[in-house]
Structure formats: structure tokens, C-alpha cells
């Protein structure tokens, strides 16, 4: 019995560990094209030259963003009821607002019991600041709140 166990575990770890090193391998491949697209954007004014200890680091530093789920930021909120209508409200307001301004990303979350519509990915408060300032007349009751957002694109 001790046998088999021992068998099984010993086949478990070298499963794991395989899995492992194959997601490992996807972000590295990942992270290379991250320091391929930075260098080919900056026109020849970037190159890359490190060690393989540092680009374990920023490997490390990339699962752990991409386990959190985007990045702390901030955004808008415009809308938030509860009721019998919240939910039909909430999606007339997403469409309204993507309609106004299709250049701001909208989103629509459930917080039970509230449905909330919130706007944009602002890395910094004065970003969302600004952005709330253009969008004030449309949207009068509408405050920054901190946030998990998307990450930003690399350009």
C-alpha cells in the first residue's frame, strides 16, 4: 500500500511539475515578444541586455499580474440602483453611454444586490479626474472610485 502511494505521488509531482514547466515556457515566449514589440516600437533607441536571473525576475513579476487580474487603477462609476428594474436600467445606461462616447470602455457589474455601470481604465486618479470632468454634464452623479483595470495596450 505504502508502495503504491509512494507511486502515485512520485506520478502526481512529475505531472505537476511538467505542467509547470510548460506554463513557464508559454510565459517566457510571452515576455520575449513583450521585449521584441518595446524594442521594435522604440526604433532602434531600445535593446535588451540582461541576465537570465533578471529576466527570471520580471517572468516572476509577469504570472503574478496576470494571477491578480489587471492592475490597480481607477475608473468611473455612473450608475448604481437596486430594484426590480436595476438590471434593464443598468444596460439601457451601458448602451447610452458607449453610444456617447465609444472611445471610453464601459462596464457593467453585479454587486449583489446593486448593479453598477462603471467607465473607463485610468491609470492614475488625475487621468479619471479629467475624464470625469468631460462626461459631468451627461452624468452628474458620477465619482471615481479605485479599481482593478485592464492592462493597458503597449503601442
Do not use: W
Not at 59 to 88: E, M, W
Not at 106 to 122: A, E, H, I, L
Amino acid at each position: 500500500m505504502i508502495r503504491k502511494f509512494s507511486l502515485i505521488l512520485f506520478l502526481l509531482t512529475a505531472i505537476m511539475s511538467g505542467k509547470l514547466n510548460a506554463q513557464a515556457d508559454s510565459i517566457a515566449s510571452k515576455a520575449k515578444d513583450i521585449f521584441s514589440k518595446i524594442e521594435r516600437n522604440s526604433e532602434g533607441n531600445i535593446h535588451f541586455i540582461q541576465s537570465d536571473s533578471i529576466k527570471n525576475l520580471v517572468l516572476k513579476h509577469i504570472v503574478k499580474n496576470r494571477k491578480q487580474n489587471g492592475i490597480p487603477g481607477y475608473r468611473i462609476r455612473i450608475f448604481s440602483d437596486v430594484g426590480r428594474n436595476a438590471r434593464s436600467n443598468s444596460e439601457k445606461v451601458k448602451t447610452e453611454f458607449y453610444e456617447k462616447y465609444s472611445d471610453i470602455p464601459v462596464y457593467r457589474k453585479y454587486d449583489s444586490p446593486y448593479f453598477k455601470v462603471y467607465v473607463g481604465d485610468y491609470r492614475t486618479k488625475i487621468e479619471a479626474l479629467k475624464c470625469l470632468k468631460k462626461i459631468r454634464s451627461d452624468y452628474p452623479g458620477a465619482f471615481v472610485v479605485p479599481d482593478r483595470i485592464n492592462y493597458p495596450e503597449l503601442e
